[in-house]
């Protein structure tokens, strides 16, 4: 055994030895040739680097701030720092396809680059939804855009807080008071609204509970929120609770808050027109997909596959079921306000003139009749008095109470929330400030 071991570790030196041979002899060929450049070449070459360098700082795009200013719309603001239509449309609908933009607020900055040779020439858009996700499209050399996004980490957790309305303080001034976003205030006054009469009914010393899901980046820049629960308890008021439901789908029209009898917590509004809501154009100045014009646009787009069913928003009469060039298929009712919704662009309607229809009753199907760039529900509400309205600005829900697996559903989540006020009562609170009785506790959410 020992003597096999020693024949290869013979073996094994030789080899080494072998290698050691080949390595020095390659070295000395190395040295052999030594090809030192002169000091003109030497020159030549960094100014060689010198100008590559040039030419890559030069390649970078000449960015632009482009501000939406009160009223601007995504294409005057694109224009507002040289984009002529073609790009301006360009950008527009890459961006329709990828980000869902919201609504422009006064101020709101984007980022174009342009070609530092060909400046006329916009190469890059930047948009930042928030501090933890940026939005790019970038131009290729075709001249076609691609979309890229860079996302940080954020961290979400649950934030229960519980406090007592002090004299003089309304509840949606506590809420905000103690540090609750803008935004989530008007969801969870909305909400309580319904049951709770606060102009004559609240009074000091009652209790108010709010549960959100909050996601934040670096812990404190707040991202976006959920209320996922609102609870309020007065002297003059029963006590009133609202859970949030949502379904799978993040875009279904039933995701709204409830009662855990599964009442809808809105105010008698309008019923949704389809049962999953993508909103690809709003209600208000824009440039036409086809006709490339800037022209008022006088209701809301909602992206659907032909055939989607539409459902009247409130019950009424047909007081128009045709077919004309630009509308395609279109059908109106007139409601009891004397208010009419229309629908246009149908593959098909289900009504005839003169016809009364329920609320939430089939009128048609999604289609792309008449000037319609796609497939899209254009709803568009006109007033008693003959004009048009911001379709958004009226409360709609899909259903005033959920019904059968619906409902079997909230009761599934409700008990998930009320698990969660599990957790938050085993964590410390922490008390947000002496003149208002609230306090905050949180917890990672799972
Ligand atoms: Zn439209």
């Not at 808050?257 to 917590?265: D, I």
Request: with cysteine.
């Amino acid at each position: 055994m020992a003597r096999i071991k020693k024949f290869f570790l013979i073996l094994l030196v030789s080899s080494i030895w072998v290698q050691i041979i080949s390595c020095d002899e390659q070295e000395v060929k190395v040295v052999e040739k030594p090809n030192q450049p002169s000091p003109e070449a030497q020159l030549a070459e960094i100014q060689n680097r010198i100008d590559s360098l040039k030419n890559f700082i030069s390649k970078q795009p000449i960015l632009k701030a482009a501000k939406v200013e009160p009223n601007y719309g995504l294409f005057q603001t694109l224009q507002s720092v040289g984009l002529d239509l073609k790009q301006s449309l360009k950008i527009i609908n890459t961006l329709a396809d990828t980000v869902e933009l919201g609504v422009l607020k006064a101020g709101q900055i984007f980022w174009v680059g342009f070609d530092p040779i060909d400046t006329s020439k916009a190469v890059l858009f930047r948009y930042a939804e928030n501090p933890a996700a940026i939005h790019f499209l970038i131009a290729d050399y075709a001249g076609e855009w691609k979309y890229k996004i860079t996302e940080n980490p954020v961290s979400v957790r649950y934030a229960l807080y519980e406090g007592v309305l002090v004299e003089g303080k309304t509840l949606y001034n506590t809420l905000r008071d103690i540090g609750i976003p803008q935004t989530m205030v008007g969801v969870v006054a909305g909400v309580l609204e319904c049951k709770v009469s606060f102009r004559t009914d609240a009074r000091a010393g009652d209790e108010f509970k709010v549960l959100l899901k909050e996601t934040r980046f670096q812990d404190s820049v707040w991202i976006n929120g959920n209320v996922l629960y609102a609870g309020y308890n007065g002297s003059k008021v029963k006590h009133s609770e609202a859970f949030m439901y949502q379904e799978a789908d993040p875009k279904s029209s039933y995701n709204a808050h409830y009662t855990e009898e599964g009442e809808a917590l809105i105010h008698s509004g309008l019923r949704y027109p389809l049962d999953r809501l993508h909103i690809t154009s709003r209600y208000g100045y824009r440039i036409h997909p086809v006709t490339g014009a800037r022209a008022f646009h006088n209701g809301v787009d909602y992206r659907g596959a032909v055939g989607t069913p539409v459902y009247a928003v409130a019950d009424g009469v047909i007081v128009r079921s045709s077919y004309d060039d630009a509308n395609g298929n279109h059908v109106a009712i007139k409601h009891s306000d004397n208010s009419q919704s229309w629908y246009l662009h149908l593959s098909q309607r289900g009504v005839g003139m003169g016809q009364r229809v329920r609320s939430r009753q089939i009128i048609g199907k999604v289609g792309n009749t008449g000037r319609s760039s796609g497939p899209h529900l254009h709803l568009a509400i006109k007033q008693p008095s003959g004009s048009w309205m911001d379709p958004l600005l009226k409360k709609m829900i899909a259903t005033p109470k959920l019904e059968g697996a619906k409902f079997l559903a909230l009761q599934e989540q409700i008990k998930t929330i009320r698990s969660i006020f599990a957790r938050t009562d085993r964590a410390e609170s922490k008390n947000i400030s002496d003149s208002l009785f609230a306090t905050v506790k949180w917890v990672e959410a799972d």
